[in-house]
C-alpha cells in the first residue's frame, strides 16, 4: 500500500466514523418528534429538507406543524406531526409526499405503498374504559389498518407488527386524558 492508498483509506474510515456519530446525534433528538410519512433517516431529511412547508400545506387535515426554532438551528421549520391531538390520515394519494420536491419524504415505486411505523401507539390500562368495565370500541372503529387493533374479551390490543402508529386511535378516544399514548419510533429504538 503506498501513502495516497493510505490516506484515501484513513480519510475513508474518519468520515465514516463522522457520518455515522452525526447519525446517532440526530436520531437521539428526533425522539421528541414524529416526522411524516415516508420521511427518509433523520440525518438525511435534515440534508434534504429545505423548510419550504410544501407537506405542511398539502396536509388536508392540518396535522403536519413546523418545529419551533428553540428546538435548534438544525430542526427548526422542519416538519412534524401532531399526533397527540390528530392522527394522520394515511391518505391515498399521500399528498404531503408527493408535495415534496426534495425526497426528504420519499413515495416508494411500488403500488400501493404503506409508510414505515410513524409512532408507537400503547393502551393505557389504566385510563382505558374497557379495562374498568364499560364497553367502549371507540379507537378500533377508526383504525384504518385491519388487524392493527382489534377487541380481545371486549378489550382494545394493539399488535405493534401491524400498528402504523397513525394516531387515529388516540383521536377517536373518548377518555381525557387520552387512553392512547403515542411515541416516536426512535424513542422506542433507544428503550429496547
Sequence with gaps: MDRRDFFRK?????????VKG??????AKAKKWIRPPFAVDELEFLLACTRCNACIEACSYAVIFPL???LGADVAHTPAMD????????CNDWPCVTACETNALLLPEEENPV?????????DENACLPFSGPECGACVAVCPN???LV?????PVIDQEQCLGCGLCREACIVEDKAITISSVYLEETTV
Excluded: N
Excluded at 452525526?22 to 436520531?27: E, H, L, P, S, T
Excluded at 409508510?115 to 393502551?123: E, F, H, S, T, V
Design 10 to 18: 484513513g480519510f475513508g474510515k474518519a468520515a465514516e466514523a463522522v
Design 22 to 27: 452525526a447519525d446517532k446525534r440526530a436520531a
Design 68 to 70: 419551533a426554532a428553540r
Design 83 to 90: 399526533l397527540l391531538k390528530k392522527g394522520c390520515h394515511l
Design 115 to 123: 409508510p414505515a411505523k410513524l409512532a408507537i401507539a400503547r393502551i
Design 146 to 148: 385491519p388487524g392493527a
Design 151 to 155: 377487541l380481545e374479551s371486549e378489550k
